[in-house]
């Protein structure tokens, strides 16, 4: 099983600022990575697949980067609703798995 | 725009089956190019990977899982089910449907809490 260990648990940042969350594999993935966001008392919503394909309807503040072990979701700048915990999940290997979530707190 | 609910009993005793119906409306659950899964998320914590099933039966599922888990589908209902035996506490959790493209989740329903206790 493929292990996704995301960095760091918890950000906390200012709206406006630039937010840059870690997703790394324990083996590679090769591009198949994707990351979802979560508010709470919701379903997660897929933002990002392939690593740098962004979903239907997702700004294009959301990007996403990176390739084998090391990916990358990056929002340019905060906006208030992007305050929420965002996963990674891979679909290289069965099982697919998520990794434990990254929480984007308000400084 | 498609619809995935998620319905079922809120309350399972431990030892018993749990039992969960996925209803899509908006689409049709017979496709060639989707999937039909299930995942899990215990209170405060991350997303597990249940399983999924195809249209006509083909079915994957969680090893760490898979001794207790069946997933089955009704296309005359456009529904599809999740059976989990020989419950215990933690297996509490919100359990959420989906629809899987290539194996990614573009569509959820809004899931429902499951809590095991006697």
């Known amino acids: 099983e493929i292990v996704l260990t995301q960095s760091p648990a918890t950000l906390s940042l200012s709206p406006g600022e630039r937010a840059t969350l870690s997703c790394r594999a324990s083996q590679s993935v090769s591009n198949y990575l994707a990351w979802y966001q979560q508010k709470p008392g919701q379903a997660p919503r897929l933002l990002i697949y392939d690593a740098s394909n962004r979903a239907t309807g997702v700004p294009a503040r959301f990007s996403g980067s990176g390739s084998g072990t090391d990916f990358a979701l990056t929002i340019s700048s905060l906006e208030p609703e992007d305050f929420a915990v965002y996963y990674c999940?891979?679909?290289?290997?069965?099982?697919?798995?998520f990794g434990q979530g990254t929480k984007v707190e308000i400084k | 725009q498609l619809q995935l609910q998620e319905s079922g009993p809120g309350l399972v005793k431990p030892s018993e089956t749990l039992s969960l119906t996925c209803t899509v409306s908006?689409?049709?659950?017979?496709?060639?190019?989707?999937?039909w899964g299930w995942i899990r998320q215990p209170p405060g914590k991350g997303l597990e990977y249940i399983g999924s099933m195809y249209f006509y039966g083909t079915t994957y599922y969680n090893p760490s899982l898979k001794s207790r888990v069946t997933i089955s589908v009704d296309t005359s209902k456009n529904q599809f089910s999740l059976k989990l035996n020989s419950v215990t506490a933690s297996d509490t959790a919100v359990y959420y449907c989906?629809?899987?493209?290539?194996?990614?989740?573009?569509?959820w329903g809004q899931g429902t809490l499951v809590t095991v206790s006697s």
């Open positions: 999940q891979q679909r290289s290997s069965w099982p697919l798995t």
């Open positions: 989906a629809r899987q493209f290539k194996d990614w989740f573009d569509s």
């Open positions: 908006g689409g049709s659950i017979i496709s060639s190019t989707h999937y």
